[in-house]
């Protein structure tokens, strides 16, 4: 086997969304959100999904100017070295304070919709005034397209991609860009 790099950028094998361009998209995304939930009534929860939406929640939650508080939640779905959806499951408990409160769940991506479909469902029987969701990047395949989301940053092509959250087998996440893993990383 070859040695690994310790440099993350020796592994991809084409940037997606690079980081001038996400910074620009998530400004945007929380202009609209701000304006959104302006006139309502009621707390906000944001809803981060981790592990692989903390890095896109912590930048967003600066571009809101609104009192507001945050519930994480645990949902895995890719188990290791696994590229493949397996299904969503939540790890551990909902965030309290869901009763009454806006919640707006935030997430890396949109693959199969499973996790955001599952959230939503879950976050509604616990009361929530409103539910809405949130991702950077949405996969061009109908499960994703069919799956109701209301701040949606860029469409990228079917294919499995690393950073700024995102991870294969728990790394990559620090990567500031989205890009697709070369083939030979993939184990
Ligand atoms: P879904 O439930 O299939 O929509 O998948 C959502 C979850 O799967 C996301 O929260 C990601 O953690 C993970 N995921 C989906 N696609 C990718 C990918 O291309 N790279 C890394 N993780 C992904
Ligand atoms: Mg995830």
Do not use: W
Not at 15 to 27: M, W
Not at 36 to 48: F, M, N, Q, S
Not at 153 to 159: Q, R, S
């Amino acid at each position: 086997m070859m040695p690994r790099s310790p440099r993350l950028d020796h592994d991809i094998e084409r940037v997606l969304v690079d980081r001038a361009a996400i910074e620009q998209r998530v400004a945007e995304l929380g202009e609209r959100i701000a304006s959104d939930y302006a006139g309502r009534e009621g707390r906000l929860l944001l809803v981060p999904v981790m592990t692989g939406g903390l890095v896109f929640a912590a930048d967003l939650m600066r571009q809101l100017p609104h009192r507001l508080r945050l519930g994480l939640v645990t949902v895995s779905s890719y188990p290791g070295t696994s590229t493949e959806s397996r299904g969503a499951a939540i790890r551990g408990a909902l965030p309290a304070g869901l009763e009454g409160a806006h919640a707006l769940i935030i997430d890396d991506i949109l693959d199969t919709g499973r996790t955001l479909t599952l959230l939503r469902h879950e976050i509604i029987a616990k009361g929530a005034a409103s539910v809405a969701t949130c991702v950077l990047v949405r996969k061009d395949k109908p499960e994703a397209m069919a799956t109701p989301c209301e701040y949606s940053g860029f469409d990228i092509p079917d294919e499995f991609v690393v950073g700024y959250g995102l991870d294969y087998d728990d790394e990559y996440r620090n990567l500031p860009y989205i890009g697709v893993l070369r083939r030979e990383v993939i184990r």
